[in-house]
């Protein structure tokens, strides 16, 4: 499976941005998607998951009640839609799967090769 992040860029403060995560390859099973992101300099940070279904989605404090996670499984795609960005939302971000209904963690199964999404103030 390989999974493809898309739809970064540069965007001013209070803007929104949509990311794309397909996965394509052999796909066999149902798959949990975590977006992941990092700042220059800093640790990864887990931005939030949605289960397999897309009926259940967490998100990290930093970014719940801006970011909404979704998912077209018809499409194998997941989206990552972002609003009223701040600039500590810079960084590169990066989707993963894994091979289960739903899944919190740092073991994904596969991983996309992130995405750049800066933010100026």
């Known amino acids: 499976v390989q999974l493809q992040a898309s739809g970064g860029g540069l965007v001013q403060a209070g803007e929104s941005l949509s990311l794309s995560c397909a996965a394509s390859g052999r796909i066999s099973s149902r798959f949990a998607v975590g977006w992941i992101r990092q700042a220059p300099g800093k640790e990864r940070e887990w931005v939030g998951s949605i289960n397999w279904s897309g009926d259940s989605a967490l998100y990290a404090d930093s970014v719940k009640g801006r970011f909404t996670i979704s998912r077209d499984n018809s499409k194998n795609t997941v989206y990552l839609h972002m609003d009223n960005l701040k600039p500590e939302d810079t960084a590169v971000y990066y989707c993963?799967?894994?091979?289960?209904?739903?899944?919190?963690?740092?073991?994904?199964?596969?991983w996309g090769q992130g995405t750049q999404v800066t933010v100026s103030s």
């Open positions: 993963a799967a894994k091979n289960a209904g739903a899944y919190l963690g740092w073991n994904y199964d596969y």
